[in-house]
């Protein structure tokens, strides 16, 4: 009899926190918000993310640098980058007027053609790209040639000084960090 009184004790109090968490997580998250006004959470100025092959042959029409974001299901923080940053309505404006945002999942067996070849996103990222961690974004010119990966999660305002950067050719004339002070040096001289 004690036994079955511990259990229920053990399955009602994990029962409560699950019902905590599920609440906490709805608050925190918006998610009564959102059902109340579903309109705040959608936004005007939606990304449209591109196949690999696809994007590239966009970004080639189009004369626009290629961002390439690799990810997989299970990585908390591309889901964090994928709200957080690619959310963001400066990262989308940037990226709809002068990307090609391609997204490839790093453990998908998918087919994409590659200089004529069929290979899975999987041997993409892992062999052509080395994508090893999540989330790793690449930025290729227009060509297809790759310029840079970016390692990790990054935040909306930063990743906004890169995408910046990278899409006024900057990497060919100077620095990131000479890039940064530059624009530092750029908003101290407005305050003035």
């Not at 109090?13 to 709805?26: A, D, E, P, Q």
């Not at 004369?63 to 989308?92: P, Q, S």
């Not at 404006?93 to 053609?113: F, G, T, W």
């Amino acid at each position: 009899m004690k036994k079955s009184k511990n259990f229920f004790f053990i399955l009602t109090f994990l029962f409560s926190i699950g019902i905590f968490c599920h609440l906490s997580s709805k608050s925190v998250l918006g998610g009564d918000e959102e059902k109340k006004n579903p309109s705040s959470t959608k936004s005007a100025n939606t990304l449209t993310w591109y196949k690999y092959d696809e994007g590239l042959a966009k970004a080639k029409k189009e004369k626009k640098h290629i961002l390439v974001a690799f990810y997989t299901n299970w990585c908390g923080w591309c889901k964090r980058m994928d709200k957080n940053t690619y959310g963001d309505e400066g990262v989308k404006k940037v990226l709809n007027k002068d990307y090609v945002p391609i997204k490839v999942n790093a453990e998908s067996k998918e087919k994409v053609e590659v200089n004529g070849k069929k290979i899975t996103e999987t041997e993409l990222a892992r062999e052509l790209y080395k994508a090893r961690s999540y989330p790793t974004t690449w930025f290729l010119k227009q060509s297809g040639e790759k310029i840079a990966p970016y390692l990790g999660y990054v935040d909306a305002q930063n990743f906004l000084k890169v995408l910046n950067y990278m899409k006024d050719d900057l990497y060919d004339k100077m620095s990131f960090d000479e890039y940064l002070k530059n624009q530092d040096k750029k908003k101290d001289s407005e305050k003035k």
